[in-house]
């Protein structure tokens, strides 16, 4: 294929909630342009950017896919995002790649929580945006609703610059409100061959309606262009066109088009404006980068080509024997292929072998890349999602992206114990794909815990590693760490005493016990005088006590926030040691600890959930029902929108994701951090205290 320099380059990022037609609208895109040979279907499960089993199997798009169109001497570069919130990680990703986003909105649905979440993901980077009704033949297709629910949920400033004639079954044409002309289409075309027409005259109306709502917003975003309106000229189409352009850059405006992707009706006339309105690589603002390896001053990246390499990974995959293949974005200089790079995020040498621009799942090998573009190569040594890829002589490290963090955990362990090691392979292979989906080991529960963005992405993830790795896994909610405490004083004695031939063991202290400031964790104190127990054994007490407060005295549960004194004792001469004076420690918290009113403490989160208005009592409900404590709410910058704050018990936070997804139909969204630990209400400590005797006796009979 043809190089395409800076200027010729738009890299666009496809997002939208799921079963908006993302990967439907990519897929015509690229073959209207002639980029692919094939036009294919969710269906059967030929589109050319869900390649995976799990995706052609589910039919909703899992990772992100990348393809390319070429169109008016332009290459765009097409990023086709997941819908699902469960895998929203390859969306931001997708997001931080490209340059602008083109939002799908459903044509029955209008604005959806995937819609939502994306279009302020893209607003946030100050990306311009672009909205396509791309499903306007299907059933119950409804424009106009679709264009309020924009207006409703996400901006006022969206404006249509063409408009459907019919929708559904009816759907026959689109209005180009800038060229004043109708495109009608015939059935049984394959690439969206349309007859250019005028405006029907059922359609007029209509169009004199949408036509000046275009131009009064147009004209709204320049001085001159509004003088102009105002004086009665008329605006000329190329006018409007580059004033659009420059408000879209600015965030003033939001154009929206509608097409069928699936018949490839109006796919053109999609190309036509991403090639107009859509800015270049070479327009965008610079970028700040971090010099150096190690250094924190910052250097100005520009999509100049005489400027040194500089590169992005935003995506990882696995592909069967291929190995790792690392996605990037260029930002500055050129590359060749075969060409030596270097990682600065790890300081690491690389070589570009095969560099290739991605097409679904092909990869199209090309001489080199220009600032802008995206491209691909596979089988470096030790490069990974978010790493910059620089030169040598001059490394920079480029703004990494923010993945959010997991919002549900699962304990989890391989079905078969001999294929834990293999397990814990994959594991750890999802999240070099997938910065969303994280593991690690708790040492104080003893189990592998795993997080995402839902239940659906981590059971997606586990049939990953099951058909790449032949391993299954089996999940469970995640044991809750929690503490006990005790609540009043108490004193007794330890002894211990063993004669069995010989040299024998003796250890004799007594101590006392008293609750301690919240925090404050275990504390000994040494209070023996006259030498009742010689200071050498005194540490060995300690380390008793504190071995036996690991194991609790209610339900196995480490001991806290109590004191400890070590205030008489006894020994002898010959048979007392430090392991004999650890024996009494351990004796003489088992004796004293249960006196001391001991009770359970449950660690707590502080939740902070930001919902719809319409949703806050709902909301609030549920929070309360988990015996959270509401702390307060305040209204956000974003309207219509509140905040609310508690505190609630990690116990009850399980699968809190999916039910608040339920009840704010996925449009809120929430912040969990840990809190402290209090005190747990008698009786949901006494089922921990049933449930953990029952366990031990389970073990017993074992």
């Known amino acids: 294929m043809r190089e395409y320099r800076s200027e010729a380059i738009r890299n666009i990022a496809v997002v939208g909630h799921g079963a908006s037609g993302k990967t439907t609208l990519v897929d015509a895109l690229a073959f209207v342009s002639g ?23 589910r039919k909703y798009s899992i990772s992100l896919g990348c393809a390319y169109a070429e169109w008016k001497d332009t290459k765009i570069n097409l990023l086709d995002t997941p819908g699902f919130l469960d895998f929203q990680g390859d969306a931001i990703a997708g997001i931080a790649a490209a340059d602008g986003a083109l939002v799908a909105v459903g044509a029955s649905t209008g604005v959806e929580a995937g819609t939502e979440r994306m279009f302020r993901e893209a607003i946030a ?22 264009y309020q629910s924009i207006k409703d949920r996400l901006t006022t400033k969206v404006v249509p610059v063409e ?4 929708a559904g079954a009816g759907f026959k044409g689109v209005i180009n409100l800038f060229t004043k002309r109708a495109h009608l289409f015939k059935p049984g075309t394959k690439a969206g061959e349309y007859e250019e027409v005028d405006i029907p005259a059922s359609e007029q109306a209509r169009f004199e309606r949408y036509h000046q709502e275009m131009v009064e917003a147009v004209a709204a975003t320049d001085d001159a262009l509004l003088e102009r309106f105002f004086g009665g000229e008329e605006l000329p189409g190329e006018l409007a066109m580059s004033a659009m352009k420059e408000a879209m850059k600015r965030q003033d405006i939001f154009p929206l088009l509608c097409c069928s992707s ?8 999609v190309l036509d404006f991403l090639v107009s309105l859509m800015p270049s690589a070479f327009e965008m603002e610079e970028l700040h980068a971090f010099k150096g390896a190690e250094g924190e001053r910052t250097v100005e990246i520009h999509p100049s080509e005489g400027a040194p390499f500089t590169a992005l990974v935003f995506k990882t995959t696995a592909e069967p024997h291929v190995g790792d293949v690392s996605f990037f974005r260029t930002f500055s200089g050129t590359v060749a292929a075969g060409q030596d790079v270097y990682n600065a995020t790890r300081d690491s040498a690389e070589k570009l072998m095969h560099l290739s621009i991605p097409l679904g799942r092909e990869r199209v090998e090309v001489p080199r890349l220009y600032p802008g573009d995206i491209g691909c190569v596979a089988k470096l040594h030790n490069t990974h999602t978010n790493d910059t890829l620089s030169t040598k002589a001059r490394p920079v ?3 990494q992206i923010q993945f959010p963090d997991p919002i549900v955990t699962f304990a989890v362990k391989a079905s078969l114990r001999p294929d834990e090691e293999k397990f814990q392979q994959g594991l750890h292979r999802l999240h070099d794909e997938d910065p969303t989906f994280q593991t690690h080991f708790n040492s104080e529960t003893h189990e592998t815990i795993v997080g995402g963005m839902g239940e659906r992405h981590i059971e997606v993830g586990l049939a990953r590693v099951a058909r790449q790795f032949g391993v299954k896994g089996e999940l469970a909610a995640p044991r809750i ?19 069995s031939g010989g040299k024998g063991q003796f250890g004799d202290c007594w101590i006392r016990m008293r609750p301690g400031p919240r925090g404050s964790g275990y504390v000994f104190q040494d209070e023996i005088v006259g030498g009742a127990i010689p200071r050498a054994y005194i540490p060995a007490v300690d380390r008793g006590v504190a071995e036996a407060a690991a194991r609790g005295v209610l339900a196995g549960y480490p001991m806290v926030d109590f004191v400890v004194e070590c205030y008489d004792g006894s020994y002898h001469s010959v048979d007392s040691n ?36 319409a949703y806050l ?10 015996r959270g404590h509401i702390l307060g709410t305040e209204p956000t910058d974003e309207g219509s929108f509140t905040r609310v704050r508690a505190i609630v018990p990690q116990g009850d936070m399980h699968l809190y994701a999916t039910k608040l997804s339920s009840i704010a139909h996925g449009r809120a969204v929430f912040s969990q951090r840990f809190h402290g630990y209090e005190h747990m209400p008698a009786e949901a400590a006494a089922k921990i205290i049933e449930t953990a005797a029952k366990a031990r006796g389970e073990e017993t009979a074992d």
């Open 617 to 626: 009592g709902d909301v609030m409900g549920d929070l309360s029902s988990r």
């Open 397 to 399: 490290r480029l703004p």
């Open 578 to 613: 430090e392991a004999s004076f650890k024996m009494a420690g351990i004796q003489a918290f088992k004796t004293v600890a249960p006196k001391c009113r001991p009770a359970l403490l449950e660690p707590l989160e502080m939740v902070e959930v930001t919902t719809p208005d």
């Open 163 to 166: 408009i459907p004639i019919g």
């Open 35 to 57: 980029t692919s040979k094939r036009h294919g279907s969710i269906k059967d499960g030929s589109t050319l950017t869900d390649t995976s089993p799990e995706e052609t199997e």
């Open 262 to 269: 699936q018949l490839t009706w109006g796919v053109r006339t």
């Open 481 to 499: 760490p929690y503490r006990e405490t005790i609540t009043s004083k108490g004193d007794g004695q330890g002894r211990h005493k063993k004669q």
């Open 125 to 146: 980077r100050k990306d311009p945006v672009l909205f396509v009704v791309s499903t306007i033949d299907r059933e119950h297709a409804d424009f106009d609703a679709a």
